[in-house]
Nanobody, 123 residues
Framework: QLQASGGGLVQPGNSLKLSCAAS????????VAWFRQTPGKERLFVAA???????VYSDSFKGRFTVSRDNAKTTVYLQMSSLRPEDTAVYFC???????????????????WGQGTLVTVSS
């Protein structure tokens, strides 16, 4: 099971760090991704991190967002900086074992999903 948290209201230009806490002793073997969704729009890939620590980012967020993991805490993080109003969305984390590199950005590659956490960027 996955539990996303850390969302909230933040002013433009500021930073926010999301957490995705997982249960299960095999978490270290899982690839974990972040997606985001706004009302009426499709869910978009943000970033992913493999069990090896290898990271992949959507070009739209590269340089502003950083994904990391702490396997001892079975948690993956998404550090978001220089936030913009258009970053307002519900952010979801998803996880699955054995995701090949070419599928890291694909929603269908992930078998477990968190409930989402709302990020609102507004002054």
């Amino acid at each position: 099971q996955l539990q996303a948290s850390g969302g909230g209201l933040v002013q433009p230009g500021n930073s926010l760090k999301l957490s995705c806490a997982a249960s299960g002793r095999t978490f270290a073997r899982y690839s974990v991704a972040w997606f985001r969704q706004t009302p009426g729009k499709e869910r978009l890939f943000v970033a992913a991190i493999k069990y090896s620590g290898h990271t992949v980012y959507s070009d739209s967020f590269k340089g502003r967002f950083t994904v990391s993991r702490d396997n001892a805490k079975t948690t993956v993080y998404l550090q978001m900086s220089s936030l913009r109003p258009e970053d307002t969305a519900v952010y979801f984390c998803a996880a699955s074992p054995s995701v090949i590199h070419s599928n890291l950005a694909s929603q269908t590659a992930y078998s477990s999903w968190g409930q989402g956490t709302l990020v609102t960027v507004s002054s």
